[in-house]
């Protein structure tokens, strides 16, 4: 077991040997209200993309003891973010959201784990808003063509020759009715940055897209396909739910991971172009303005997942591999500036670009305990780790 641990707490695996198992992303909800359900998806393989034909088994990990219980089937997923499995937040115990694939479309799929009943939504989901209401849905057509392993294989892109469509953008769907309609066009964000290119023409896409803690704004990257020799940017925006209060938070540079604060403050590993010239650090960005600040730079030293506690009072972060294979795992005390290496584990380096298994750490609803995926058992898997220690300590 290629790993490295802390004195004040250990990782335990929560996946039996007879799959792979995966959740995926880090910042959509993997756990019950009551913490007992952990979500994940079970898959064949793991060292390849998963073809239009290839299945995931949707399921929960009962915490109590382990076991592993399958509620359904998709052929919409990816290493990433998976089938975008998570918990409706309205009914955090019940019911299940996820992405499957209906004959030549793409659909989200709200499901009652209990009674097995499940509805169909007019769109595949790319995230749901904390209150219940409302999800979004974007290309996933594009994504794939863009980077494989955020989208899925098997449908070409209806608007694959028009760089930025006015058919095409960010959806808004009503979870009651499961209805949805176009709130932005990506000529819409097209007209509201293009000044940055000068008269050249990019095709755009939109690569993550979440709603603020209330439900009110959505944040979303804005990219475009390079050319070749061309590194492509990313321009950070904000968005009323209803596609109206577009914002240029930052313009194209560099800009990755983040997590929302609060209804206003993002906290997003970028450039900060706006905001001077200390370069790539994690920082504080608030909605509406061009105010930033650094958390520390002393500590974040380079790109990873981050999310606060649901106290807000910690950040959970990872990295990529280093030199020598292993990625780490952190948390960092936002009150006491100073932060713990919870455990280093190895990756394997042919699971690599698109197939990688990311940390992609998560925190549980108590803000007790955390879930992450790793390969440094010589298979994907779920581990979970009991931090209340660590957070006695202050890190």
């Known amino acids: 077991m290629h ?8 990782a335990e695996r929560v996946t039996q040997e007879d799959g792979h198992y995966f959740f995926g992303y880090y910042d959509t909800p993997a756990w019950s209200q009551s ?3 952990h979500l ?16 995931a088994v949707v399921g929960f990990i009962d915490m109590l003891d382990h076991s592993f219980h399958p509620v359904a089937e998709t052929t919409a997923w990816n290493f990433q973010q998976g089938s975008m499995l998570q918990w409706h937040p309205a009914f955090p115990e019940e019911e299940i959201i996820y992405n499957t694939r209906d004959g030549e479309t793409y659909r989200g799929i709200v499901h009652n784990i209990h009674t097995g009943s499940s509805r169909q939504l007019a769109l595949p989901v790319a995230n749901v808003d904390p209150t219940g209401t409302y999800a979004v849905s974007i290309s996933f057509d594009r994504m794939f063509d863009f980077r494989p392993g955020y989208g899925y294989e098997g449908r070409e892109d209806p608007y694959k020759e028009a760089r930025h469509s006015t058919a095409d953008g960010i959806f808004l769907i009503d979870l009651s009715t499961g209805e949805s309609r176009l709130v932005l066009s990506l000529q819409h964000i097209w007209d509201f940055t293009k000044s940055r290119f000068q008269g050249q023409d990019k095709k755009l896409l939109i690569n993550h897209i979440t709603f603020n803690t209330d439900g009110s704004r959505l944040v979303f990257l804005v990219r475009y396909f390079p050319e070749p ?3 492509w940017e990313t321009a950070i925006l904000t968005v009323n739910r209803d596609g109206s209060g577009l914002f240029l938070l930052s313009d194209y540079s560099y800009a990755s991971h983040y997590h929302w604060r609060d209804s206003e403050t993002i906290v997003f590993h970028s450039r900060g172009v706006e905001n001077g010239d200390a370069g790539d650090q994690l920082y504080e960005l608030r909605d509406l303005t061009h105010e930033a600040e650094m958390i520390d730079n002393s500590f974040f030293l380079r790109d990873g997942h981050c999310s606060y506690s649901p106290d807000r009072q910690y950040m959970l972060y990872d990295s990529y591999p280093d030199a020598d294979g292993y990625r780490h795992l952190y948390v960092y005390s936002l009150k006491n500036k100073r932060g713990l290496t919870l455990g280093s584990y190895y990756s394997l380096p042919d699971i690599d670009g698109d197939i990688r298994c990311d940390l992609h750490p998560r925190w549980n609803r108590a803000g007790t305990h955390i879930s992450f995926d790793s390969i440094h058992e010589g298979k994907r898997h779920v581990y979970a780790m009991d931090l209340r220690k660590v957070l006695e300590s202050g890190c």
């Open 229 to 231: 020799g061309e590194v």
């Open 35 to 37: 913490d007992r359900y």
């Open 40 to 55: 994940c998806h079970k898959v064949e393989f793991m060292d390849r993309l998963p073809h239009a034909a290839d299945n």
């Open 3 to 10: 790993s490295i641990k802390n004195e004040l707490t250990k």
